[in-house]
């Protein structure tokens, strides 16, 4: 059944809310009855915790102060049911990359309630992690320190600071002549429509799963999946790669992820590919290799799993992390960035990308590399005649790395069981063109994300009071956009100033492995992957439309909006503006601290 839109305010002036009981405000909903928040966010990741965070901060200053801040409430609106940060690469004995001191406050205010050192000491762990002799926590401990901390800031902040679990932004739109924002949102488990008003609106969505245009239409297929929900799915896709041999066993449903798969055998042999050539592509393989381990092949043919990864690089490369190159995401960098030219910021980006993007860290890639190599020991002592070395135990599986080659093409067949895999990949080599199908059982994406799913919420105005955000900030629907820096005026220059501003951009896109921010040029040296291709509606050489953004990272209007008076800032989708880091943690504690004060400022 239908419900009606409820107008949540932190107050309403003269009127006591809270005797009124909690629907009291669906009697106002009338936005002349309203008060609106001062500050509202979208999403409620570690990039607005931090925010959360650096607001507390100010809010104790001005009490020890005795005045008022001008950011009095705020609310911050997340789709999940409780913090939660890359649960399906919470892998066992995964690491951080960063040190812990790049935490949400250290940087900017080492003396907080909210470093990552409070969190060991409030739990009596402090003299051990210290003994640990590393700087680096394993990922679920660092995630457990976030949850903490986002415990902490709910109970801290009280009904001034709201968190709102368990909803999807629907919409976000200007108000009231662009002097407020209105965030409509659905509660995902009732379907209740929440509409709030705001002065200032922060959006930190982080990433959305990239997936390969060839892929696109199978993404919702219970044996395709990206990294991002690796954890949660990886048991569920193995058991339906497994029952589309044929297999009548089914594993236990009870227990824990991996003990679902106990019990589980296998018609024939399994083929799983890997598309990517990251961090999580790898750590992915190796805990791929360690379930289908436990998986006996009772059926006739090859008795030895297979897993494919397959990469468009020659080999797998080592993540720069030497000091030097650490550099860049000093909170420092950030300013040298955003003043630069824009083809100077995208030949930067191309220079660190091997700091981030499709690189793996070296203590991954040994452990690789160590499995491929006893791949070649156990082949080389069954091959002996009189016998040798004992085969390990359990299943075969047998890793394969497959470089330089491109996913061109993929087939699926009609049927779900099948004595033949469902997938078949047309793989090209980039180097001599030629090309071969591969059949695999599976598919795991790690291909990335894209970072400008925030720019679908600016949706279309709804009355003659309200105004559609795309208009406001000159965005264009399905379109790629460039958010530039407002020191810069690019718009106005001659299109041949540009072209060495698309070429830049196009190289620094393509070394990280993800969506060039313009179409590459004929003189591009490989074709563009699947990953990278994304059906923009751009015309060929035509530059992407321009959003100017300031240092603390917020949007402003187009000239014809000028009267637009609300606050809209972003985060984690500004690197073509603020450099490398802008997505990564290693910055969210000192930006968090700049963006608050810009909000506060006059």
């Known amino acids: 059944m239908a419900t009606s839109p409820i107008h949540e305010t932190s107050s309403i002036p003269g009127v006591d809310v809270a005797s009124k009981g909690p629907n009291y405000n669906e009697r106002y909903a009338g936005n002349e009855f309203l008060e609106v928040y001062d500050l509202l966010g979208i999403g409620f990741g570690p990039a607005n915790l931090a925010i959360t965070v650096a607001l507390l901060e100010l809010w104790d200053q001005h009490k020890a102060a005795g005045t008022e801040p001008k950011i009095k409430n705020a609310c911050f609106i997340e789709r999940h049911p409780r913090f939660s940060w890359h649960p399906g690469m919470l892998l066992p004995g995964s690491r951080m990359q960063i040190s812990f001191l790049k935490d949400l406050a250290t940087l900017r205010n080492p003396a907080s309630k909210f470093t990552f050192l409070s969190y060991l000491h409030a739990h009596g762990r402090l003299p051990a992690f210290i003994n640990r002799n590393a700087d680096t926590p394993t990922r679920r401990e660092y995630a457990d320190y976030m949850a903490w901390a986002a415990t902490r800031v709910r109970e801290l902040g009280g009904e001034a600071l709201r968190i709102r679990y368990g909803e999807d932004v629907v919409s976000v739109q200007s108000l009231d002549g662009g002097k407020t924002v209105t965030v409509t949102s659905r509660v995902r488990e009732t379907n209740e429509v929440r509409i709030r008003n705001a002065k200032t609106l922060i959006i930190a969505p982080g990433g959305t799963a990239r997936i390969p245009k060839i892929l696109a239409p199978y993404a919702d297929h219970p044996r395709v999946m990206h990294t991002s929900s690796y954890v949660q799915r990886a048991a569920s896709l193995i058991k339906a790669a497994v029952e589309s041999t044929g297999s009548s066993r089914s594993p236990s449903p009870a227990g824990s992820d991996s003990s679902r798969l106990s019990g589980l055998t296998t018609a024939r042999a399994l083929r799983i590919a890997v598309l990517g050539s990251g961090q999580s592509s790898a750590e992915v393989l190796l805990d791929l290799r360690s379930r289908l381990a436990g998986i006996p092949i009772e059926g006739e043919g090859p008795q030895e799993h297979q897993l494919d990864m397959i990469i468009r690089k020659g080999s797998l490369k080592p993540s720069d992390d030497s000091p030097f190159a650490n550099e860049i995401f000093d909170p420092e960098s950030t300013d040298k960035a955003f003043k630069l030219p824009s083809a100077a910021r995208a030949w930067l980006r191309a220079e660190y990308a091997g700091t981030n993007y499709g690189v793996v860290n070296p203590r991954t890639i040994d452990a690789l590399y160590e499995e491929v190599y006893a791949q070649k020991v156990d082949d080389a002592a069954e091959s002996r005649p009189l016998g040798g070395v004992s085969a390990p135990d359990g299943a075969r599986v047998r890793i394969n790395i497959l470089s330089y080659q491109d996913a061109a093409h993929l087939s699926v067949s009609g049927s779900e069981m099948s004595n033949e895999p469902t997938f078949s990949i047309r793989l090209r080599h980039l180097l001599t063109g030629d090309e071969h199908d591969r059949g695999y059982d599976a598919i795991i994406l ?157």
């Open 446 to 602: 790690g291909t990335g994300y894209e970072r400008q799913s925030w720019m679908r919420l600016f949706g279309q105005g709804e009355s003659k009071d309200v105004a559609p955000l795309s208009e406001v900030f000159g965005l264009t629907p399905l379109a790629p956009i460039r958010l530039l820096p407002v020191i810069e005026d690019e718009v106005t220059k001659p299109a041949t100033s540009l072209s060495k501003l698309d070429v830049a951009e196009a190289i620094a896109a393509k070394v990280q492995g993800s969506q060039p921010l313009t179409p590459p040029r004929s003189g591009a040296t490989t074709p563009p992957s699947p990953a990278e291709s994304t059906g923009s509606t751009l015309a060929e050489g035509v530059p992407p439309p321009s959003v100017r953004i300031t240092r603390a990272y917020r949007l402003l209007p187009v000239e014809q909006h000028s009267d637009f008076t609300a606050r809209v800032y972003v985060q984690g989708c500004a690197e073509s503006s603020h450099g490398l880091s802008d997505t990564l943690l290693s910055v969210i504690g000192p930006r968090s601290g700049e963006v608050v004060a810009d909000m506060v400022s006059a």
